[in-house]
């Protein structure tokens, strides 16, 4: 009967798309039908603590590597993604790439990083003129530009996005930045471990300025270190930045000039070819007015210092060994947790996905992904859109005109499955197979002239955020588009050789947490059409309002580490697109089985569709954070931890109290009244 039942359900997920006999005979790449069932700890009731049941074992069982800050089946993917783009890149001799190919570019990337004899031999060098310039009186303000635009060194930050109001055109936008610990908290946060995390910080600046050799790197060090204290203390929080009536605020040239008028603006737009742009994005005005300020006020040999530690700080892994030593001793050791580097040839394979990911996807799409995949996932997204179109015409808390308004933007929703139609042209890029400072630079600066090249011009609808071999998925509200990149289609959250269960669980809520993120407190405010319009009635964002004050109250609740819990502000958006898209992907798995079977769903290993379909959503959550890692997220993450990303979620599904039996008194357990339903 299993075998039955999984043929039948495999023939009707895989309908109309041609696949090699191979795929539709393989075993699924976990246990006989999708789960690891050895993974569980069947003595934990699953109304106590899910993640514990379904992965308990696994939990007790696996140590995080000591080159990891986290260990979860993402990372798991990403590793061998990474060793399969090594082999598709490696396989064969450099002089079998074509001349100015986009294969020969990226071997002359990885080639030039990958000599690390070469690095240290080069030292500081190519680095040095940006220094000088930092330190000469007269050109330092030249640079901050170009600092600020491309190397992330400067409090503020320079950029081009689409339009959110007119997504017609680009514009250009000024943002918060310059914090070398990511988020203003590790600043400002008291205690023990806090003040601890800024001695190791002030020790890692007096190490870059020794190795650079810089006369008194102690002293430096304290002065930047206190710069930065005061600039963390006039920035915005992560949740405040995310909240998109807050940060949409277009200006003009002069009324830019007059909010922040310690800078020349007219001369840094045009120093980055920006001089002709009419309307600025200023995303955190009151933090761009104190930032600025706090840069004129500041004395210049400490505005130098922080200036040259952030240029530094930002290549210090490109440079010599010693450089990168002090970097991952304290970006990855101290705040992650990350005892050991990565290897060598891994952190060079990343590289290139963040700087050339297109073109090295391409290879990745070339040699690794089964095409049959995309066709198998864009039926099976059309399933979970439809269920998604079902939830919303029986929302209870919607009245009629933003119910009418959500469906005609789920109408216009366009999923992109796996890889683009298009692959990025690198015939302009100029590439040295011997030095490895030289490329970043010139990727760094290739990328802003791309995006310079936008302004002026339509959006391009057809560009992708990230490359296909990423591990993600993602909505991008301004083309009201959900993508599933090629690198997450892939077991456990895709499996076409599991049970249905499984892959609705699994990819099936990755579709469904996409798509409601076109629908949440951020995505209400675009429309179809990917325009900046709020289109919810005052009494739909009363009634939404009040479910997700419950939901950030759950999860405020939640203390991953003593004293310290999750930021329910922070990751709202993210929790409900987990709660969400876990129920519109079991109402597409219901509704599959209707078409399918009947509506029947035997038993498997003892396990109904329906406990299938909830333990898969909790096996692609498995993972383990170390104390270090963890705090980092719960304080820059938008997403909760892998526990409650399983634990909080299922206990607001009536769905899954029915199918493991869930009473009161069992630790998850929520009455009726105080779980919360969004979609």
């Known amino acids: 009967m299993k075998s039955f039942y999984k043929a039948t359900v495999a023939a ?138 491309i190397y992330g060194s400067a409090p503020f930050g320079l950029g081009v996005i689409a339009d959110p109001a007119n997504p017609s055109r680009y514009i250009a936008y000024v943002v918060q930045s310059g914090l070398g610990m990511e988020t203003r908290e590790y600043y400002l946060a008291e205690g023990p471990t806090y003040i601890a995390y800024r001695n190791a910080y002030t020790d890692y600046i007096e190490t870059v300025f020794r190795l650079a050799g810089y006369a008194e790197p102690a002293a430096r060090a304290r002065s930047v270190l206190n710069f930065e204290t005061e600039l963390a203390k006039i920035q915005w929080t992560q949740a405040d930045s995310l909240v998109v009536e807050n940060i949409y605020n277009p200006m003009s040239l002069e009324e830019l000039q007059a909010l922040a008028p310690d800078i020349d603006w007219a001369f840094a737009l045009d120093r980055r070819g920006l001089a002709d742009v009419k309307t600025i994005l200023v995303v955190q005005p009151s933090a761009i007015r104190s930032g600025t300020e706090l840069m004129a006020n500041a004395p210049l040999p400490i505005l130098k210092d922080y200036l040259a530690f952030h240029l530094l700080n930002q290549f210090a892994g490109d440079l010599t ?210 325009v900046l319009r709020d289109w919810w009635t005052d009494d739909a964002d009363e009634a939404f309002r009040q479910r997700e004050a419950i939901l950030i109250k759950q999860y405020g609740a939640y203390e991953p580490i003593d004293g310290v819990y999750i930021d329910g502000a922070l990751t709202i958006s993210e929790n409900i697109g987990d709660l969400g898209g876990l129920e519109i992907a079991y109402t597409a798995y219901r509704q599959h089985l209707d078409a399918c079977c009947d509506g029947e769903t035997p038993v498997i290993d003892g396990l109904t569709g329906d406990q299938r379909f909830f333990l898969s959503w909790a096996q692609i959550w498995r993972g383990k954070s170390g104390d270090d890692a963890l705090r980092n997220q719960l304080l820059t993450n938008e997403h909760s931890p892998f526990k409650y990303r399983i634990n909080g979620v299922v206990r607001n599904i009536d769905a899954w109290y029915e199918a493991f039996d869930v009473q009161p008194g069992d630790a998850l357990y929520l009455p009726p009244s105080a779980r919360v339903k969004i979609w």
């Not at 569980?40 to 993640?51: C, K, L, M, Q, S």
């Open 12 to 149: 009707s997920m895989l309908a109309g798309c041609q696949l090699p006999p191979a795929v539709e005979q393989s075993r699924p790449a976990f246990g006989e039908w999708g789960i690891d069932l050895a993974a569980g700890n069947v003595a934990i009731r699953p109304g106590d603590d899910f993640e514990a049941y379904a992965n308990g074992s696994w939990l007790a069982e696996t140590d995080i590597p000591s080159d990891q800050a986290t260990y979860s089946l993402v990372d798991t993917l990403s590793d061998a993604v990474r060793d399969q783009l090594r082999t598709a890149l490696t396989t064969g001799s450099s002089k079998d790439a074509a001349p100015n190919s986009t294969r020969e570019k990226l071997l002359d990337v990885y080639s030039a990083w990958m000599d690390e004899v070469r690095l240290n031999a080069i030292g500081l060098a190519p680095l040095q003129p940006y220094l000088d310039a930092i330190y000469d009186q007269d050109s330092y303000a030249e640079l901050l530009p170009e600092l600020a635009s």
């Open 321 to 530: 060994t010693a450089f990168d030593d002090a970097r991952h001793a304290f970006h990855d050791k101290t705040l992650q947790g990350r005892a050991e580097k990565q290897p060598r040839w891994s952190r060079g394979i990343a590289l290139l996905s963040e700087t050339m990911g297109v073109g090295l996807g391409q290879l990745y799409i070339e040699s690794w992904f089964p095409k049959s995949s995309k066709c198998v996932v864009a039926g099976l997204t059309d399933k979970v859109i439809d269920a998604f179109r079902t939830r919303l015409k029986s929302n209870a808390w919607m009245d009629e005109k933003t119910r009418q308004e959500a469906l005609d933007k789920l109408d216009s929703v366009e999923p992109r499955i796996a890889y683009p139609d298009n692959w990025t042209d690198y015939t302009s890029l100029e590439t040295n197979p011997k030095n490895h400072l030289e490329n970043r630079r010139t990727l760094m600066a290739f990328d802003w002239e791309q995006d310079l090249a936008r302004l002026g011009g339509p959006v391009d609808r057809k560009r992708w955020a990230y490359p296909p071999q990423t591990v993600s998925a993602y909505y991008d509200a301004q083309v009201n588009k959900i993508t599933l990149l090629a690198g997450i289609l892939q077991p456990p959250f895709f499996d076409p050789a599991a049970d249905a269960a499984v892959n609705y669980g699994g990819i099936g809520a990755i579709i469904g947490h996409e798509l409601g993120h076109g629908f949440d407190s951020t995505g209400r405010m675009f429309d179809g059409d990917g």
